[in-house]
């Protein structure tokens, strides 16, 4: 849950994403989010900067929702 906090909390000054194709709703900052169970998070992918990730959860009721937000990647080095 900390990893989706610390996520979540890395884009709150990117724009928003467009609405992906595949029914996934894009972030934006302030939405109330019904969080039960996380289902699946896609890999970050290696590269030096903000990159789209999705994430799959059931909500209170058990519907499944797919949520896409921007991480930073994991190809930068000091």
């Known amino acids: 849950m900390k990893k989706i ?6 884009i709150a000054g990117l724009a928003a ?3 992906a194709q595949d ?6 900052y302030g939405m109330d989010l ?10 970050v992918a290696d590269v ?3 990159t789209p ?3 799959t959860y059931l909500d209170s009721k058990g519907v499944t929702h797919i ?5 930073f990647g994991t190809g ?3």
């Open 5 to 10: 906090l610390f996520a979540l909390s890395l």
């Open 17 to 19: 994403q467009a609405q």
């Open 23 to 28: 029914g996934a709703v894009a972030y934006q």
């Open 34 to 43: 019904d969080i039960a169970r996380v289902v699946n998070i896609t890999p």
């Open 48 to 50: 030096c900067g903000p």
């Open 53 to 55: 990730v999705e994430m």
């Open 67 to 71: 949520l896409q937000y921007s991480e």
């Open 76 to 78: 930068c080095s000091n």
